[in-house]
């Protein structure tokens, strides 16, 4: 009775701000596993899936790469996304994680809604929205490196339904965000980034995690959560442990500014309750990333949890085996500098 779904996550992020970058650094980042990734070109010329499909990576090979070129993916979900989504989970080498790298002008929500059709929903599980941000860009006042021609093609583009001007698609992007990537860091000095992230947070109610990267650069554990979470990472793992030990086998590319460890618990008493208390502990906190495995007193199946940002999911995927010891292990990942690992355990010990 296995009902492990596959986590997908959506990257959002206007024209040029570096999606098709960080997604490049994502494959060599995804050690062993495997990705299918869906392109929406929209207006692009299919540029971004030659990019892709010539990087070569092992973890995401051409046939995992599905362009669609049809107008714009929010406007399309029905006709186009689904049925892609339906296909792909219909084969017989299913993917670890799919990533949907969306065009600049698309909004993420309808997008995101489509997680819910019948057929996906019990197969698929949103893992989260990451929006890419072009930092120098919002530090200047605009949005996007050429501002004009992002507006051109949302004005020229007869198949996009939605009117709405730049500005309110670039809060949209921000408030459908989980994480926010601040981008092309290496173009702004500190007070720079500052004004981005204030920008940022005025622009949305819903506080996203950010995180500054140059080049996109930024580890998959953070990203998708891949390699966080998996049985044999969480039953190895002690209480701590630097992410720059993650990903064996893929080329010594340090990320020691980043921190995970593992909170541990016994089975849990009511799951509902945990859950709603954890939340308001990682918005609290900063803590990008939160995945694990928890036992719930009378199930007789294990609870996978993730969350990233304020977006937390759980459910059931398998029962717990007879050699398995019935506990809650929860891995955490956060900035080394910022998270405050002694609170966050006590924090969450205390709901066990
Ligand atoms: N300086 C700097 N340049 C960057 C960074 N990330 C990406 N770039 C450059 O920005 C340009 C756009 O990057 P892409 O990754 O193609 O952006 P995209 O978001 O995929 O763009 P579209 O596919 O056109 O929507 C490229 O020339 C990149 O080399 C960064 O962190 N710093």
Request: aromatic residues 4%; contains cysteine; negative net charge.
């Amino acid at each position: 009775m296995e009902m492990q779904k596959i986590p997908a996550t959506v990257i959002t992020g206007f024209l040029g701000a570096g999606k098709t970058t960080m997604i490049r650094n994502l494959l060599s980042d995804a050690g062993g596993r495997k990705i299918a990734l869906i392109i929406n070109e929209f207006g692009d010329l299919g540029v971004d899936g030659d990019v892709l499909k010539g990087c070569g990576a092992d973890a995401c090979t051409e046939d995992d790469i599905i362009e669609l070129n049809n107008g714009c993916i929010c406007c399309t979900v029905a006709d186009d996304f689904i049925p892609t989504m339906e296909k792909l989970l219909a084969r017989e080498n299913r993917p670890d994680h799919i990533v949907i790298e969306t065009s600049g002008l698309a909004l993420p929500q309808p997008l995101v809604a489509a997680f819910n059709w019948p057929g996906i929903k019990t197969a698929v599980t949103v893992d989260g929205v990451v929006t890419v941000v072009d930092s120098a860009a919002v530090a200047a006042g605009r949005f996007a490196d050429d501002h004009d021609a992002l507006d051109a093609q949302r004005r020229e583009d007869e198949g996009l339904d939605h009117e709405s001007p730049i500005e309110e698609l670039f809060e949209d992007q921000l408030t459908a965000a989980d994480l926010v990537v601040l981008n092309k860091a290496d173009l702004l000095d500190a007070a720079q980034l500052q004004s981005v992230r204030d920008f940022v947070s005025a622009a949305t109610a819903r506080k996203p995690k950010m995180v500054e990267a140059r080049n996109g650069d930024l580890p998959a554990a953070v990203l998708l959560g891949l390699g966080v979470g998996t049985e044999n990472e969480i039953a190895l793992r002690k209480s701590h442990h630097e992410l720059e030990h993650e990903g064996e086998g893929h080329d010594a590319h340090e990320h020691d500014e980043f921190e995970s460890f593992v909170v541990e618990l016994g089975p849990l008493a009511d799951a509902n309750v945990f859950m709603e208390k954890l939340k308001p502990i990682i918005e609290r906190h900063d803590i990008l990333r939160l995945k694990g495995f928890a036992a719930v007193a009378g199930k007789p199946m294990r609870m996978v949890i993730q969350a990233v940002g304020s977006r937390i999911d759980s459910y059931f995927d398998r029962p717990w085996t007879a050699d398995e010891a019935r506990s809650t292990r929860l891995v955490v990942i956060g900035l080394h500098d910022e998270m405050d690992d002694v609170a966050i355990r006590a924090e969450i010990e205390a709901l066990g």
